[in-house]
């Protein structure tokens, strides 16, 4: 597609509607209510959100995390019913971004895209990586180095990335298998350990080998707690992303975010108590020496050979959850490419031929994901994740703020799925919870992110890249003008009619 000039003789609402259909730059639809809910069901992905900070998380706070996380699921659940009443208002390609575009404004919707696309495409690596763990653990490989790991986490990012770009029906069937292996390694899995082999009463949740030091429990640890907790309960939010693949989607969509929240939330919260119980040693994990209290559980529970197969169903869940992320993240990259806000648009605007699928976004988001891995450093994986949670909550915050700014101004339009009265409540409510959580996770922790100046790291992570999305803004900015504005999109066929 053509440059146009960005503010004299910027094409007409019109026009731009119309040349957007003329190159087909709209998404094919082939996703359902129950395959837009599996996409988010393995974006978010029990064993994900699980069996990756759970080593994290004990050591920082001992069995007491769990108390965390029924705290973090219900502040979630705000932010989700949110998401489903603007989604449904706006089923567009790009969620978070096109929520706050069309709520507040282009400059505002691009800041938000800022946050979510570095905060999703970090959290790919995170996923190639730890899966990678768990592939070689199958292989046998019980000690890997760092550059061992992260060779193999680019040969799953080029497979993930693969499926991608393969088809829908492809990544639709790879997210049914998935849910299967979540129920087996998820549900089944925690059942068998608490039936057979619980070896710490339920209170170790309140009285955990020494987690408890009077109030700076609550001060520090648990806190901490909760800030890790956030990054079980990420990934909703997607289904909202592929919004314009979706069929009726202005009701299809608000029930696969807010559902597929809560089916996953109640089988974390069952999981993670389940494994808590069934650890041998929590003192162990929390002074350090013992790093992967998963693995070590079920060997010593289950024995070498059944945990190798737990460790392939665990490959299975991170696998599909980078490839949900990926969908989603890669929506939000072409959805700013086709208004043009972005360098690089007329290359990251490409979709294939048959399926209409972004494939060059799918390659520029897998390079940066297969490159992130080989940094070096012994804490580089928790950096990486309480980054991720920033990134991600900070783009939460931008479209839950503008849903509060808009219903207080008294401006808000329902869709078809709505809150009702209870909107405004949910709104404000919401808001309180993104600001504590954005806060929580950025506050320097020696515990999380190192001592000294790691402690800063992911508030330097967040400033470096606020910085440069400020100098890139102004220069995409720079006339004042943007190629499609506020609210255009409502020409684009089919826009109407899923929000009738």
């Known amino acids: 597609m053509a440059d146009s000039p960005r503010v004299h003789g910027v094409e007409t609402a019109e026009e731009i509607a119309e040349d957007l259909i003329d190159n087909k730059l709209t998404l094919k639809r082939g996703f359902t209510l129950p395959s837009v809910f599996a996409l988010a069901f393995s974006d978010m992905a029990p064993i994900v959100s699980i069996y990756t900070v759970f080593g994290i998380i004990v050591a920082v706070c001992g069995a007491g995390f769990w108390l965390a996380m029924p705290i973090v699921l219900v502040g979630q659940l705000l932010i989700a019913a949110v998401f489903g009443d603007v989604a449904s208002r706006f089923p567009l390609a790009g969620s978070v971004y096109q929520w706050s575009r069309q709520l507040v404004g282009p400059r505002y919707g691009w800041f938000t895209a800022w946050a979510y696309i570095w905060g999703l495409t970090i959290a790919l690596a995170t996923l190639t990586y730890g899966g ?16 061992t790991q992260a060779l193999v986490a680019v040969c799953l990012v080029v497979f993930s990335s693969g499926v991608n770009v393969a088809g829908r029906k492809i990544l639709k069937y790879f997210f049914y298998f998935s849910i299967a292996a979540e129920v087996l390694s998820s549900v089944v899995l925690a059942t068998i350990l608490l039936i057979s082999y619980r070896v710490n009463p339920i209170s170790a949740i309140v009285h955990s080998a020494g987690a408890l030091h009077g109030s700076a429990y609550l001060a520090g640890p648990f806190l901490a707690a909760m800030a890790v907790a956030g990054w079980s309960f990420l990934g909703f939010e997607s289904a909202g992303s592929v919004a314009e693949e979706v069929e009726e989607p202005g009701r299809a969509v608000p029930k696969a975010i807010f559902f597929s929240l809560l089916t996953v939330g109640i089988v974390v919260l069952y999981t993670s108590l389940c494994l808590i119980m069934a650890v041998p040693n929590i003192g162990a994990v929390m002074s350090g020496q013992v790093l992967d209290p998963i693995g070590t559980t079920l060997r010593a529970h289950l024995g070498a050979g059944t945990a190798r197969g737990f460790q392939f169903l665990f490959l299975i869940g991170f696998l599909a959850s980078f490839m949900a992320v990926q969908a989603a993240v890669t929506r939000c990259m072409w959805a700013q490419a086709r208004d043009r806000v972005l360098p690089a648009h007329s290359f990251l605007i490409k979709l294939t031929k048959h399926e209409k699928l972004p494939y060059n976004a799918v390659i520029f988001t897998g390079v940066i994901a297969a490159a992130l891995p080989f940094i070096n450093s012994p804490k580089v994986y928790g950096m990486l994740i309480n980054f991720t949670s920033a990134g991600f909550f900070i783009a939460y915050a931008l479209p839950v703020f503008g849903v509060a700014w808009v219903r207080a101004r008294g401006k808000w339009e329902a869709g078809p ?20 959580e954005v806060i929580n996770i950025l506050w320097p922790r020696a515990e999380l992110y190192g001592a000294g100046f790691l402690a800063w790291s992911v508030i330097i992570m967040v400033a470096g890249l606020g910085v440069l999305g400020v100098a890139l803004h102004l220069w995409i900015f720079r006339d004042g003008g943007v190629h499609v504005r506020q609210g255009e999109l409502e020409g684009i066929e089919g826009f109407e009619s899923a929000r009738a």
Request: net charge positive; glycine share 14%.
């Open 132 to 147: 990678a763990g768990f592939l070689l653990g199958v292989l046998g490989v019980s000690a890997p180095s760092h550059n």
């Open 417 to 436: 799925w709505t809150l009702g009265k209870w909107g405004p409540l949910v709104a404000y409510a919401a808001s309180i919870w993104v600001a504590f």
